[in-house]
């Protein structure tokens, strides 16, 4: 069996995937067209080349840029189920997927509209493919905590088809302590909380989305390397970090794949798993970055392995869920 057939014949979890960022640009014409929006970009080749990112905030400013093509249930539904049908191709049998409310909300697309058209998709990919899946609200963190808290009481009527909240976009300047009260209302109506901290943000980040937030994993979390006693902590309580390495690269985290500290991350011992994040915008869907980092990093089969078990077991699927997977 060659590598890419290892890959895609291992049952994976994909934790860290923005539905935002699996717009592809055809699509994201496609529904310009529809909807009579303008574009910045003159062609599909044209978008494309303008993906040359130097950093998370110059991808960010596209990225939003692109979601304002989505304006209806059916637009978010077809972007899932593009994205879901895309996953099953690369063996991903259990997907989380994020979606940021509030880049909607602001241009007037109502919160039921965002959710009625993912879950549809979701339903179908159940039914379809037998692929679980979860949707985590994700609250950008260049906005206010104002902000974050309207757009909580915007989901209340709808908590119970959430799966739990996140925390993403511009990361420095923007810490987790910003938003601890926000996180702590969360937490009190149930929902599972993760975030993302050191991706480019300082490995204190990292300690305030664990003590501040009572996040459940990291979302990156790459630069802990920085810092012993924190990935000693991350050893030990054994907290996920969804590591995805093609947006590492493409956002100058790491100037090449063979540079990604994933296989250290790995070596001391800590849960770390393979994601896409934003497959549109970063050159590879998942199973491709496992691909990809496998051969850049020189892994084993029995740790790329360990890293598809990772993703399962950091998964929020119960265990009696879970078990015919593992
Ligand atoms: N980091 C922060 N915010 C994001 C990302 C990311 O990698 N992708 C989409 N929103
Ligand atoms: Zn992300």
């Excluded at 249930?73 to 879901?84: K, P, R, S, T, V």
């Excluded at 039914?127 to 104002?146: N, P």
């Excluded at 938003?179 to 300082?202: D, I, N």
């Excluded at 924190?230 to 970090?241: F, S, V």
Aim: some cysteine; proline content about 5%; overall charge negative.
């Amino acid at each position: 069996m060659n590598l890419e057939e290892f890959v895609i014949a291992l049952p994976k979890a994909e934790l860290h995937l923005h539905i935002e960022g699996t717009l592809e640009p055809e699509m994201m014409f496609e529904l310009a067209r529809r909807n009579a929006v303008p574009l910045p970009w003159d062609s599909v080749e044209a978008t494309r080349v303008a993906y040359d990112f130097s950093n998370l905030q110059s991808f960010l400013d596209l990225y939003y840029a692109g979601a304002a093509v989505l304006l209806h249930e059916q637009d978010f539904h077809d972007l899932a189920l593009a994205y879901l049908e895309r996953a099953h191709a690369d063996g991903v049998v259990h997907a989380e997927l994020f979606f940021d409310p509030q880049t909607h909300t602001l241009r007037s697309v109502p919160f039921s509209t965002v959710l009625d058209g993912l879950e549809r998709a979701c339903v179908e990919a159940q039914q379809r493919w037998g692929m679980s899946t979860r949707l985590i609200m994700s609250f950008l963190r260049h906005l206010s905590e104002e902000d974050g808290f309207a757009t909580l009481d915007e989901a209340r009527p709808h908590l119970h088809r959430l799966h739990g909240v996140g925390l993403d976009s511009s990361e420095l300047g923007h810490p987790p302590s910003k938003f601890e009260r926000l996180f702590a209302e969360c937490r009190r109506l149930g929902l599972p909380v993760v975030a993302h901290a050191g991706e480019e943000g300082p490995p204190e980040y990292i300690f305030e989305a664990l003590d501040l937030l009572q996040s459940q994993r990291i979302d990156h979390g790459v630069r802990a390397s920085e810092d012993p006693a924190l990935m000693a902590r991350l050893a030990r309580e054994q907290i996920p970090l969804t590591v995805c390495p093609f947006s590492n690269v493409r956002l100058r985290v790491f100037d090449t794949l063979a540079e990604h500290n994933l296989k250290t991350l790995l070596d001391a011992g800590l849960n770390v798993s393979i994601n896409s994040d934003d497959p549109a915008y970063f050159g590879g869907y998942v199973a491709q970055n496992y691909i990809d980092t496998a051969a850049a990093l020189s892994l084993s089969r029995a740790e790329i392995k360990r890293i598809a078990r990772n993703s399962l077991q950091a998964s929020f699927v119960s265990d009696a869920q879970r078990r015919p997977w593992l």
